[in-house]
């Protein structure tokens, strides 16, 4: 073989790796590290970034020091800069021109013989030079150009450093601060001392309980700033150090010691007035210096894994951080946001003075102008504008102790009106305008208790009143003006019944147009989620048949202060009923909202889950399922947002509309496709249009939106895509009446920086609560994502689903990849190889634990409306902990404005082996045994239109066959098989077609002994019902290959000759060994087994490292075959020795015998001169396997479950505690001595 056909050349196209340095160039320019790359982005405009190189090889970039101009505090950015950036026990000199944008090398890399932690710029007699500080405790002065070493001083306490930080103009004057290993700050300079190199510690701070991390000092201010693990970050008042100020003042005092993060803090920079810190918990706090040491504002972008890079400009505007996901986020901070009184109203809570009669029950929002409304026990409306309370109605002794309120907001002559209904316990529902309460109308819905009241917009206005037994009645009302006097118009509609279930009464409701009527998809209390179709005849037919005479009271229609008369509620006609229901989807503690954007439907409950729904031949059917943050079960609503996020897919204008179009043709036409459907006669014909209206439907975009909702006694503002918290303040729960004021006045939707300044409103201890000031303005801290974050844990699989491009033309191509990770998501990124640019577009969280394989199938690429942007159908499988196995549908597009790949997501299907434990009563009272099961490798064995075979290997010893219906929507365990007995970790199918056209479907499983078995699952495709399928019961035959667990398998296949497939088998472990087994043909020459096994043996190659990640190619080594095995080698090489066994193996009967003569296979291998013909031995039957050793018994009185367990606390019984056993024991021992005398 030609050494160019074997030589295989890898190039990194992108790297996504913890950002380890920041460091901004005035205002304008920030400069970034990521693992040995250095970029330059520009924040002028739209932050982007210009241009990036690698420059230290295999290490990590840890700093980057400028040499910048200070003149008169003013720091200036030349045309040219020098940079010098460190990072393990390298550094190189690097110069940057900001203005031209480019990045050039101007010395050597630097290897040194220490760590490196801190690099200073010092003047010299011939030019600057380079103090570095090492991780020894130790300072060495270097000359940048030549690499030599001028002088090198450590001090005398020899000890290990985490951080340290050089100060001083020059090398006799600089002073060294440096956190040791034993939690202290020690002072000392490298150039006070001559001859020996060795100097003394000057100065010693002691306070912190852990390491310190960052140092950080501010010479304008002579403050020092430390970082430690014991979350804390303190503030000391050292005086003026480095020049003539030495080591500062003699006792430095501590002036502020900071206590805000969650987790061990990383970094710490200095401004002044204002203390930055970011740490492990994912947080950047700003602390207010004259607020007593308060947290002024807290920045959030980053996933887990925490932040590791902070910088902060020197004007003050900027402030970036860098995080463990690969993410780099950027705040504009202006100086309004410093001040002390923006600090208090954001930390404490402000209560409004509620001065009027009786206790507030009910809260509500009022537009967009901060007012206030509120109904009292007293059955008063109050409310709230402009700082002061005013009395808007009064209801009377019907409307006491018991109210519920809703407002809604109507445009009435180009001016906004709001709308006030209140329900009362005998079925009263009083309907007025806030700003004229004289023109309200009582209604009366039935004769109980009015359980609900819901403000439903349309095309015209509807109010809907949950009641007793179920039903819901409906008014539509219209804002009149008559005689310059303002009157509402009410009309009856038919009611609505609701199924029977204990709570019965009404949660959500939305309307959305459909045809000649409409359809209504509601929430229940008990979790269910309802379709109702209203059409034309379906409104109250004695008003309408009245309408043409009458009075208006006849007709059904009543105007002000008319009370609604008792004959309007005996409505003869029965009330609709559902045409389709979800019941119990969103739990049983309820719906909480409903809403319609753009032709999907979106629910939310308090299970923690936001559903994205579609209506298809009056179904409704689940799309996709949105899981909020851990903890955070108690969600209310969700809020989109607007298109201007640039960082955010929205989805462009113009696909909006033609998707918007297309599902309003679908619903206009929805009679129409029923009549059509219902004439199809041929079965085929009617599935095919069901298929395509369900894609037509999952082609509609989603949009991006935030979740509210309670995290303990938090009320919290949440972005799925983001994974970050928006706005969050402390109210109590959710049991509470409150309200959610956002800062947009405009009509068009928010922004998250806008949502993030909002005000919540609540009612708690008869007082009611604000977060901030009605009155007080938005602050002006916006962030900028300039570049996505990935998995702030381990990254655990990888999986490549296709590229996708602007057209056919177009040069610009991009490389669509889905990631799994220890951070229980899975995410969906395209990759431009050119640029290296990575693009995050769907993030999946529905994972309740890590995700450690992914398998995807392509289903179908076409063109997309007969544009240039090519689309693809992909089904993917992921799986991992807690035996979760889920599959989505994606179909990535191409977004014309955003000019980049998007995805569009649904969910198909999802199965738990240990669901059945989930649903028990109960289950707190009893222990399960058995260890959670991980899903370790998973592999296609077959796919079909009609179902999926998917085998999975897990941590169980188990290797399983699950079948997966992508119309049903169901997976079911086909088959299982514990022949390993240990973990499995890897699984690969392999499909072989013999001469005769038959199809062979071959299954390679490796398990942690380093044994790889070979599984023939044919039957399962000739199987007419899988349910009656029982599988193999044993592998075929079973090879040691690896010292230790096989990680992974590879199989790739070759033309043969004589109509044979030769496929070659691969695998890495974790001895550091490759291994591969070539030559496997299939041979159909006998009847009662088609397939045969031959293999050549070479030699093995072993490598240093664990194999995790298989490599397929053509120089890989062979697998070696023992003799005893079922496997013949050819040509015949020297027989391994079989290991010996403890036990021989079971005789063989004549009866075994006669039944099952031994085979013959004949060798076709055209490599062999000889044909050999040998006899197939059978196959060792494998022994029980021995029974693992239990230690002794012990008391136990304490066992913790994860998640959704709860703690159980019992103790063994008497006859099985150690005390019984020793006395047993000495009884024992004494009946033995009796019979022994």
């Given amino acids: 073989m030609a050494a160019s056909d074997s030589l295989i050349v890898l190039q990194s196209s992108a790297l996504v790796a913890p950002v380890t340095a920041l460091e901004f160039l005035g205002d304008d320019y920030l400069l970034t590290g990521e693992g040995p790359i250095l970029s330059i982005y520009c924040l002028q405009a739209s932050p982007t970034q210009c241009v990036s190189l690698s420059l230290l090889h295999n290490c990590r970039i840890h700093g980057i020091r400028p040499k910048l101009q200070n003149n008169d505090g003013h720091v200036t950015v030349p045309e040219l800069v020098e940079l010098v950036i460190f990072g393990g026990k390298a550094v190189r000199l690097i110069n940057v021109k900001p203005y031209g944008l480019s990045l050039e090398v101007a010395g050597p890399l630097l290897e040194l013989q220490d760590w490196v932690l801190d690099v200073s710029w010092l003047s010299g007699e011939t030019g600057s030079l380079l103090g570095i500080c090492l991780a020894h405790n130790s300072v060495l002065l270097l000359e940048p150009q030549s690499g030599n070493i001028i002088s090198l001083c450590s001090c005398v306490e020899v000890c290990l450093l985490y951080s340290a930080l050089l100060i001083g103009p020059s090398w006799e004057t600089s002073v060294l601060v440096g956190g040791t290993v034993f939690n202290q700050l020690v002072l000392w300079r490298p150039g006070g001392t001559k001859g020996d190199r060795q100097s003394q510690v000057e100065r010693r701070l002691l306070g912190h309980s852990g390491v310190i991390f960052s140092l950080c000092y501010l010479q304008s201010s002579r403050w020092l700033a430390s970082a430690s693990d014991d979350r804390s970050v303190r503030v000391w008042d050292v005086g003026v150090l480095g020049a003539d100020g030495g080591c500062g003042v003699e006792s430095p005092t501590c002036l502020r010691v900071l206590y805000g993060h969650q987790a061990r803090v990383f970094c710490v920079r200095l401004s002044p007035g204002c203390v930055f810190s970011a740490g492990e918990d994912g947080a950047c706090l700003l602390w207010e210096w004259e607020g007593n040491g308060k947290v002024g504002r807290t920045l959030r972008g980053h996933r887990s894994g925490g932040i590791r890079a902070l910088a902060v400009s020197k004007g003050g505007g900027w402030v970036a951080t860098g995080g463990a996901d690969g993410g780099i986020r950027a705040w504009r901070v202006l100086e309004g946001t410093r001040q002390v009184k923006q600090s208090k109203e954001e930390d404490g809570l402000i209560d409004l003075g509620f001065s009027g009669q009786g206790c ?34 009064n209801g009377g002794p019907e409307f006491q102790s018991y109210c519920v309120m809703e407002v809604a907001h109507v445009q009435f002559q180009e001016a906004s009106l709001c709308l006030c209904a209140v329900g009362n316990i005998n079925g009263g529902v009083q309907v007025f ?29 509807c109010l809907l009143a949950s009641a007793a037994e179920g039903l819901v009645y409906r008014w539509s009302v219209e804002v009149e003006e008559n005689e310059s006097v303002l009157g509402l118009r009410l009309e009856e509609l038919k009611s609505f019944l609701l199924p029977p279930c204990a709570k019965r009464w009404l949660t959500a409701a939305v309307r959305l147009p459909h045809g000649n009527g409409s359809l209504w998809v509601c929430g229940d209390r008990r979790g269910s989620l309802l379709l109702y179709r209203e059409g034309e005849l379906e409104v109250s037919e004695v008003g309408r048949e009245d309408r043409e005479g009458g009075s208006e009271e006849d007709q059904g229609v009543w105007r002000n202060e008319n009370r609604w008369p008792e004959s309007a509620v005996k409505d003869t006609a029965a009330p609709i009923s559902p045409v389709n229901t979800l019941f119990g989807v969103h739990g049983k503690q309820g719906v909480t909202s409903v809403c319609e954007h753009r032709g999907l439907f979106y629910s939310t409950g308090r299970d923690g889950c936001v559903r994205v729904l579609t209506v298809c031949r009056d179904t409704l059917k689940v799309r996709r399922v949105h899981r909020a943050s851990k903890g955070m079960e108690w969600l209310e609503k969700v809020l989109f947002l607007g298109s201007e996020i640039s960082d955010v897919y929205e989805g462009n204008e113009r696909s909006k509309e033609e998707n918007s179009e297309e599902e309003e043709k679908v619903l206009e036409n929805g009679g129409a496709d029923i009549k059509e459907r219902d004439g199809l006669k041929d079965e085929g014909e009617l599935k095919s249009m069901e298929k395509f209206e369900d894609s037509r439907s999952e082609s509609v975009a989603e949009a991006h939106f935030v979740m509210v909702g309670f995290h303990s006694i938090q009320f919290v503002l949440w972005d799925p895509l983001r994974r970050e918290k928006l706005f969050s303040a402390p109210c109590g729960g959710g049991h509470r009446s409150w309200a959610y004021i956002s800062p947009s006045h405009s009509q068009t939707l928010p922004s998250s920086h806008s949502l993030g300044q909002g005000t919540l409103i609540f009612i708690k201890q008869g007082a009611l609560m604000a977060s901030r000031s009605l009155t007080s303005t938005a602050t002006q801290v916006r962030g900028h994502t300039l570049k996505d974050g990935l998995h702030g844990r381990g990254l655990s699989c990888i999986c490549h689903l296709g590229s996708v491009s602007r057209g056919r033309a177009s040069p610009e191509e991009w490389e669509v990849l889905v990631t799994g990770g220890e951070d229980t998501t899975v995410t969906v990124l395209a990759v431009e190889l050119g640029r290296g640019t990575v693009k995050v577009l769907t993030v999946l969280a529905d994972h309740i634990s890590n995700v450690r394989t992914l398998t995807a199938i392509q289903r179908q690429e076409a063109n997309s409306g007969g544009r240039t942007s090519s689309s693809f159908s992909t089904l993917l499988f992921s799986a991992g902990g807690r035996a979760q196995l889920q599959c989505y549908r994606l179909l990535i597009g191409w977004d014309e404005q955003l000019n980049r790949p998007v995805c569009q997501v649904t969910q198909v299907a999802g199965h738990r082996l240990d669901e059945h434990w989930e649903k028990r009563r109960n289950r707190h009272k009893t222990v399960k045994m058995d260890p959670e099961t991980r899903y370790m490798s998973m592999a296609v064995v077959h796919e079909s239109t009609e179902e999926i075979l998917l085998t999975l290997a897990c941590s169980d010893g188990a290797v399983r066959l699950f079948t997966v219906g992508e119309d049903s929507r169901k997976v079911e365990v086909l088959w299982e098989n514990f022949y390993h007995q240990r973990c499995v970790l890897t699984v690969a199918s392999y499909s072989l077609e013999d001469p005769q056209g038959k199809l062979h479907v071959l299954l390679f499983s490796g398990a942690t002994d380093g044994a790889v078995a070979l599984w023939d699952l044919t039957t399962v495709l000739d199987s007419k019902s899988k349910d009656s399928w029982h599988g193999p019961s044993a592998p075929c035959f079973s090879i040691p290959v690896h010292q230790s667990g096989v990680n992974t398998i590879v199989i790739s296949n070759e033309a043969g000759q004589m109509d044979k497939d030769i496929i070659t088998v691969a695998s890495g472990g974790d001895d550091g060994q490759l291994s591969a087994s070539e030559r496997l043909p299939l041979i159909g020459s006998s009847e009662t087994r088609t397939t045969a096994i031959t293999t050549r043996a070479r030699k093995r190659k072993c490598a240093q490292p664990p194999i995790s990640t298989a490599l397929q190619s053509s120089f890989m080594t062979p697998w070696e075959v023992s003799s005893n095995s079922s496997c013949t080698s050819i040509p015949p090489a020297p027989p391994l020795p079989s290991p010996p066994s403890s036990r021989p193996p079971p005789p063989i009967t004549s009866s075994e015998t006669s039944s099952n003569p031994p085979q013959t296979i004949r060798n076709t291998n055209p490599d062999s001169r000889e044909s050999a013909c040998v006899k197939r031995q059978p196959l060792p039957l494998r022994g029980p396997s021995r029974p693992s050793r239990l230690p002794p018994l012990r008391q136990v009185s ?6 959704s367990f709860t703690f159980s606390f019992f103790e063994l019984p008497w006859h099985q505690s150690v005390q019984n056993r020793a006395d047993r024991f000495k009884e024992l021992v004494v009946l033995l001595r009796k019979i022994h005398y």
């Avoid at 007293?378 to 109605?393: I, K, M, P, T, Y």
């Avoid at 304490?1198 to 998640?1203: P, Q």
């Fill in 1198 to 1203: 304490n066992l913790s479950f994860s998640r």
């Fill in 360 to 393: 507030p029950k009910v809260v509500c929002s009022v537009g967009g102008c901060g007012a206030v409304i509120v109904c009292t026990d007293q059955g008063e409306v109050f409310l709230h504008q402009d700082e002061s309370w005013q009395a808007v109605w």
């Fill in 433 to 461: 305008a806030v700003h004229h309460p004289n023109s309200g109308v009582l209604l009366q819905a039935g004769q109980g208790k009015v359980h609900a009241l819901k403000w439903v917009e349309g095309d015209h206005l």
